[in-house]
């Protein structure tokens, strides 16, 4: 399943990113819907998507590996790769945006570092699912030579080895009775106890493909098995992304350039926390399947029961969280931007983020719940319903 995902995730996401190149004027227009804003700012704007249109390709894997090591239960491996690419976009921004050239700088500049970051994160995943740990290799003994020096002569370069010898063997004899008692009862205490040693995708894909693999297109019956999820999972994804595109519609068409400039301090406050509660319906949908899947019997409906209050408990304690983290906005929105009518107009959206972070951390938990349990024609209606 995971070879086949990450297949057809490039070919998803390179029809993706070609609409997106090639009709970006029409769907930007389409956005603003009138012709009131600066032309400068509309090229800034068409250059930004279509380079981060080159990325899609990228960001498709990447997305795949990412929920195919969740869905196996590996929560370390993205942890790492997707670290290490963020790195790289890090870079990549203290780089570019300062640059003067109006082709790799400014938001250009910040679209270049983060088509970066996401081929290096393709690259990083390659490398961690194509790749096995190398073993340390065994220190070589010449056993013939050390039985010669623990058993020559008084003269022999052995002596002192010899001497050490015994000494040891003196020390463990009188040490060998208090021990084994205690040998004994570790033994049965790691028998009896689970192996804690988390598993992890490194190296999965090695011997059942080979890295260039992932440019052939995967077989029919293959792809199959997705059609499923295809407009359940796309219609959620719509519906959610569907209320950024009516924000950035109406802020954009009516608003002005202040409004505009406020409503992309409180966008890029809103993507820093959404993480926080999108984790729990990655983790959500990564374990509940584990339990969903087995026979039905009263163990399992008990433990669903108790899975789902306690992804509710978390998502309540995780809205809570975000929602003192949106409270301390008017205390950090002047680090944003230095015009005091854009600070102004950001607090005054803060009542309403508090709203809606409030119940973020119950909904994102709910929804990762029906996806695990591939409830997906309630989520899919709701989120159509939402879009329009």
Known sequence: ALKTALQLSGYVGLGLGTVLFVFARQLLRAIIGNDSISRVVF??????????????PAAAFVGSAQAGCLGMQDIRSPLYVLGAAATVNLIGDLILVGNSNPLIGGASGAAWASVFSQYAGVAFFIHWLFNKRAS??????????????????????GKRRRSQFRKT???????????KEHKTQQKNNEQARPDKESFTTRGFLVGKMRPRELLRFPKKEAAK????????????????VSSYIAMAHVVSSSLGTISMAAQQVIVSLFYCLTPIADSLSLTAQSFLPTIFE???????????????????KAG?????????????????SGFFTSDPVVVSLV???????IGVFAVH????????LLLGQKDLGFLGKMYTAFFV
Do not use: H, W
């Open 225 to 240: 098995d997705f059609a499923p999820y295809v407009i359940p999972v796309t219609s959620t994804q719509v519906g959610r």
């Open 169 to 179: 063997l003196q020390y463990t004899s009188k040490k060998l009775g208090a021990t």
């Open 361 to 368: 951390g119950v909904v994102c938990s709910a929804e990762g």
């Open 43 to 56: 090229d800034a704007a068409m250059k930004y998507v279509r380079i981060r249109a080159l990325g899609m």
């Open 347 to 353: 607090n005054t959206v803060t009542p309403l983020l």
């Open 294 to 312: 087995k026979e039905r019997t009263k163990e399992r409906a008990g433990a669903l029961r108790k899975t789902v209050s306690n992804f509710l």
């Open 136 to 157: 340390r290799s065994a220190e070589r003994v010449d056993v013939s030579n050390a039985i010669m020096e623990l058993t020559g002569g008084a003269a022999t370069k």
């Open 316 to 332: 309540a304690i995780f809205g809570g969280l975000m929602t003192a983290a949106v409270a301390c906005i008017p205390l950090l």
